[in-house]
């Protein structure tokens, strides 16, 4: 698939099924979100992949992070279950690094676009993703679990598998909705 292609034609998956990525084109994914817009070369970023155990175990926190924030009994089952929807969920992490020339949004814009390389990589070797966020990527007990510090945001949760259906196209948008021109 070629680039322009690619991203014209983006879209998320929400139903993804075995098999996740693996091997050669996990790597390709890996490297494509390090290869993100990264200004003084910090690399702010860190990523926690998720498989197999891996899921149960982010359930598991989802889960006490619903019974600590007095969740409904339905909101604690359902956040057990959330990892589970995909058969890999990439935690996409912002890592601060204090800089003179680099602030905080900008850092956390890399990670981001990190994250939106890993989707793009995916999607040009067959599989899709889905980019979430949600209550959990703004829990204290969330991040504390997964050994962030106070400065470090997560950006997203990339969901990661094999396409369930074919996405819906996308509606078609008017760029002159959304940019001016400065002559």
Request: with cysteine.
């Amino acid at each position: 698939m070629d680039a322009l292609t690619l991203l014209l034609n983006r879209s998320s998956q929400p139903r993804l099924n075995a098999p996740a990525p693996s091997g050669e084109a996990l790597e390709n994914i890996m490297q494509a979100a390090l290869r993100a817009p990264d200004h003084a070369c910090l690399t702010p970023w860190r990523f926690i992949v998720c498989q197999d155990k891996g899921l149960n175990k982010l359930g598991a926190l989802y889960e006490q992070s619903a019974i600590e924030n007095e969740k409904s009994q339905k909101e604690i089952e359902r956040a057990v279950q959330l990892p589970l929807r995909a058969p890999m969920v990439v935690v996409a992490i912002a890592k601060y690094v204090e800089h003179e020339k680099v602030p905080r949004v900008e850092q956390i814009a890399s990670a981001s676009c990190a994250v939106v390389a890993m989707q793009m990589a995916a999607v040009a070797q067959g599989f899709n993703g889905m980019w979430r966020t949600g209550s959990y990527a703004q829990c204290d007990i969330v991040k504390q679990g997964l050994g962030l510090t106070e400065d470090d945001e997560i950006v997203g949760f990339l969901y990661l598998g094999t396409p369930a259906f074919e996405p819906a196209p996308k509606p078609e948008r008017n760029s002159a909705d959304y940019f001016e021109f400065w002559d």
